[in-house]
């Protein structure tokens, strides 16, 4: 089993669609926890930060942790075409990836005009 | 303000071949860490600089090494390179070992093709 499990998709919706994308991940001792935005051929940026369980809103973006299951959560509200993106989980022990974020695959989304 | 810069973007290598790859961080980022991210997958962890030290390590072996320079700046190097080291590479920086609120700044990579 892996550490950080995430379907790769592709996950495909309608323009303005609410978004819902999940890991779920096996070392209850991660405090840590982001999402990761991938545009093709670019490197990570970094959506949403969370310390332990909760959720933490900005914009049209909801990231929710829910510790006790191990399990996260990314909402897109009002998805728009230039949401169409990679979305990596990633999660770790101590703040600034000290110890190396572990990711998950990432899930490949596309928001149809 | 420039972030986080890589070079080069993309470079061809022979199997057993040696490689070299560039960092220079986020103005006033002092901590820089790399990433290997095959295709399809997420980042790994391959190892993490601050101040002119390996701080920690991933599951990689000694055929990766770094190294960090008094101005902050790192190079990843691999030495007899293997089909499967074929890669995207991403640095990404932070400052401080534990950076205020945890971000990662990542850098757009370097893409490595072992032929």
């Known amino acids: 089993q892996k550490e950080v499990e995430q379907d790769p998709g592709p996950l495909s919706v309608p323009e303005g669609a609410i978004v819902s994308l999940n890991c779920t991940y096996s070392?209850?001792?991660?405090?840590?926890f982001m999402w990761y935005r991938q545009y093709s051929r670019k490197g990570p940026e970094l959506l949403m930060y969370?310390?332990?369980?909760g959720n933490k809103e900005d914009g049209r973006f909801t990231a929710q942790v829910d510790k006790s299951s191990k399990y996260i959560s990314l909402f897109i509200r009002d998805s728009q075409p230039s949401d169409s993106a990679t979305y990596l989980c990633?999660?770790?022990?101590?703040?600034?990836?000290?110890?190396?974020?572990?990711f998950g695959k990432g899930t490949h989304l596309i928001i149809q005009p | 303000d420039a972030g986080v810069t890589q070079s080069p973007t993309h470079l061809i290598k022979t199997r057993g071949q040696q490689v070299t790859l560039r960092c220079s961080p986020k103005?006033?980022?002092?901590?820089v860490s790399w990433y290997q991210q095959a295709l399809g997958q997420g980042p790994q962890f391959i190892f993490q600089?601050?101040?002119?030290?390996?701080?920690q390590r991933g599951n990689f072996p000694d055929r990766f090494s770094g190294h960090q320079f008094p101005n902050y700046s790192s190079e990843l190097n691999v030495n007899a390179l293997l089909l499967g080291d074929s890669a995207l590479y991403l640095c990404?920086?932070?400052?401080?070992?534990?950076?205020?609120?945890?971000?990662?700044?990542f850098g757009e990579g370097s893409r490595l093709t072992v032929l």
């Open positions: 103005s006033g980022h002092d901590t």
């Open positions: 600089y601050y101040e002119e030290e390996e701080r």
């Open positions: 990404a920086s932070s400052l401080g070992r534990q950076g205020a609120d945890g971000e990662l700044f």
């Open positions: 070392n209850s001792a991660f405090q840590y």
């Open positions: 990633a999660m770790n022990l101590v703040g600034g990836g000290a110890d190396g974020l572990t």
């Open positions: 969370t310390y332990s369980s």
